[in-house]
């Protein structure tokens, strides 16, 4: 099988993902006898390429490595917008990698739609349209018969969602706890470890580039609540939107909040939680709480994360992330698009 | 989709499949187009029923746990053994799921090697076969283009083997630590809540049912080397058996010991590991180890088990499945018969 690929976004995890597709490219032959080729790189602040016969990749790395752009490697008249580059770009499969917008998903949610409408497969690491239009865009998948997979969204590239679908087929998830947001949770380990306060762990948490220099999605809890939500409606037929989490931060944690929970034998999580109520309806919550050190949530220190799913089959599965970057984001979007080689949005 | 099915053993994992699939026929059905009917039952102490027009399972249920054989559901002549009965049985996917044999994995891996030889799908809770003959019976199944799957034989129905073949994909696992056995941890557990001499603690286990009447196998650590090769042989692309893994069991662990070590801050876990050395060989070793408290292995505690894969794409990965059962053993049987009618075995 061969698939010619488009990437919507070159930004950190754009390039990881570009790093990954060339140092995989002999295994992804032998062991899957996929093939692959870049036709169209759309970013930004680095400019656009589109080029049927082929884009050399290592080139496209090494413009943006250097501070160029990607005008050099493209092929036919310019596109006005991310819009013409989709519906020029003859890719089978899109990577959709631009930057999560909290609000309403866009544009995120127009380009997964063209791409989807025009017959191609999708694979998202954006939260956004997932967030805000995963039923719509499901539908058009399947009308299409193409994939849409987004394993990356949660928890970088461990297969939250691959065990969702194929580790808990014909199970009932009756309740999906976790902690999904790496930068509020290293806060919370710096305030621990090292007395540091709510504001010089911020700023300890940007040095690092764990956090963005406007924090507040992160702090507010607000990429919890979106990640919540995709759980909450892919893996427990919710229809949820991030505000419906009325998710709380950590802005009012303090280090003494810290050390006495932990004098008590507890730690403070922001902790994620999706539950089906006695009425059948699904209910999702992002807040600070104490958590009891013997349980699994306890234990994820710094960046990793977790998830704790709860069914009718399987009483409580963990999955632990430890230590995740944008190349295990990546890696997410390298699993998804072999899953859609190996035709897993067929059955 | 239609499968007839057979099931070798009809003990407490046998009985829980079967209440599992009356339990989730609908779901199977409207959620996988997949219909099934069982036509017949092998089992050692409670007789063997063969009906190729379908056996009420319900009916052989009531038969057994009323303390008679399934003789009364029987159709046509007399089976001398379950050699006759897997060449005879119209089965689409026999459910292997006799007692394992840990020193060579007979009579279970005849069974698999018959049933797939006559072009049957296999699914086995059975540890034998897997962690004796994987590469002949995994050739077999690929020859006659039909699936070999064994979900439950390695943390019960936690998708682990599913997670290493679905969320691992072009991966290389460099290391897979855990805690495979739930006696030793649970004897462990005692020994350090309690206090309990390990004597006592091996009593309590068998009070609950948790360990056998001869604990031997679960005590010294064979069945987890059992399962420590079955990973390593499966997701490692080793060749090793159980003895390779020379375990050593905790019959020498002491209370003085556990606390010992928990005063330290680390607990003894009876710790299962394969890894890839420097000269690209596995090992596998399991032996009661110190593990620091911060580690999640030191946080499964009781009937817990958890696996730890490191890979060059994933740095770590943790699952966990917390209290397991035969009724977890018996949903990892209906997720491979699942992946099976989902063609999983295919690509």
């Given at each position: 099988m061969h698939l010619d690929l488009a990437l919507l976004g070159f930004g950190n995890v754009g390039q990881e993902l570009a790093e990954l597709l060339l140092r995989k490219r002999i295994e992804l032959e032998a062991d899957f006898g996929l093939t692959w080729r870049v036709v169209g790189i759309s970013a930004r602040s680095k400019g656009t390429a589109l080029d049927p016969a082929g884009i050399d990749l290592e080139a496209a790395l090494s413009a943006v490595a250097g501070g160029?752009?990607?005008?050099?490697?493209h092929q036919g008249p310019p596109l006005a917008d991310t819009g013409a580059f989709i519906a020029a770009c003859p890719a089978a499969v899109f990577f959709e990698m631009t930057t999560t917008n909290p609000q309403d998903g866009q544009p995120a949610t127009d380009h997964v739609r063209a791409a989807l409408g025009k017959g191609a497969h999708v694979v998202s690491a954006n939260k956004g349209p997932v967030a805000f239009a995963h039923r719509e865009l499901l539908a058009l998948a399947r009308l299409k018969r193409v994939g849409f997979f987004f394993?990356?969204?949660?928890?970088?590239?461990?297969?939250v969602l691959g065990v969702g679908r194929e580790g808990l087929p014909a199970s009932h998830i009756r309740r999906i706890r976790g902690v999904f947001n790496s930068t509020t949770n290293y806060i919370l380990t710096r305030m621990e470890r090292d007395r540091l306060g709510f504001e010089d762990a911020v700023r300890a948490a940007q040095e690092i580039g764990?956090?963005?220099?406007?924090p507040t999605l992160d702090v507010d809890g607000w990429d919890s609540a979106i990640k919540t939500v995709i759980l909450a409606n892919v893996l427990m037929g919710a229809d949820l939107r991030p505000k419906d989490a009325a998710p709380v931060g950590i802005r009012d944690v303090t280090v003494d909040d810290v050390h006495a929970a932990l004098a008590e034998g507890a730690r403070i999580r922001l902790v994620c939680e999706a539950a089906r109520g006695e009425d059948g309806t699904v209910r999702a919550s992002v807040a600070p709480q104490r958590v009891p050190l013997e349980d699994p949530l306890a234990s994820v220190m710094g960046t990793s994360s977790l998830v704790d799913f709860e069914a009718d089959t399987l009483r409580r599965l963990t999955l632990i992330e430890h230590d995740p970057g944008p190349d295990t984001t990546a890696y997410g979007l390298l699993v998804d698009m072999l899953n859609i080689a190996r035709g897993r949005h067929l059955v």
């Open positions: 160029g752009t990607l005008a050099g490697l394993e990356s969204t949660v928890m970088d590239g461990a297969p764990v956090a963005e220099a406007d």
